[in-house]
Nanobody
Framework: QVQLVESGGGLVQPGGSLRLSCAAS???????MGWYRQAPGKQRELVAS???????NYADFVKGRFTISKSNAKNTVYLQMNSLEVEDTAVYYC?????????WGQGTQVTVSS
């Protein structure tokens, strides 16, 4: 098992930036990690993912604005979010897939509003 703890959410104005962190209780060296989000009344959707080989994948709606990265030494995955839009408002969740099982963090709220 692994526990995931997100942090870094908050209130930001349109055009602003936030950096989310996801700290894992164990090694993420050989794990694909991802960030998902869920807005009120909508389904949870993939935002970005990063493999053990540092290959990153992004949803079309965040390409060029968000960057996923990780530190194996710190067992932490990051999501740098720039040029935030009102439509990015959601609860952001960290995800790990280990031996076919999915693990989720508790989520961190990101609100983009003027």
């Amino acid at each position: 098992q692994v526990q995931l703890v997100e942090s870094g959410g908050g209130l930001v104005q349109p055009g602003g930036s936030l950096r989310l962190s996801c700290a894992a209780s164990g090694s993420i060296f050989k794990i694909t990690m991802g960030w998902y989000r869920q807005a009120p009344g909508k389904q949870r959707e993939l935002v970005a993912s990063i493999t053990e080989y540092y290959w990153a994948n992004y949803a079309d709606f965040v390409k060029g604005r968000f960057t996923i990265s990780k530190s194996n030494a710190k067992n932490t995955v990051y999501l740098q979010m720039n040029s935030l839009e009102v439509e990015d408002t959601a609860v952001y969740y960290c995800n790990a897939v280990i031996r076919g099982l999915e693990y989720w963090g508790q989520g961190t709220q990101v609100t983009v509003s003027s």
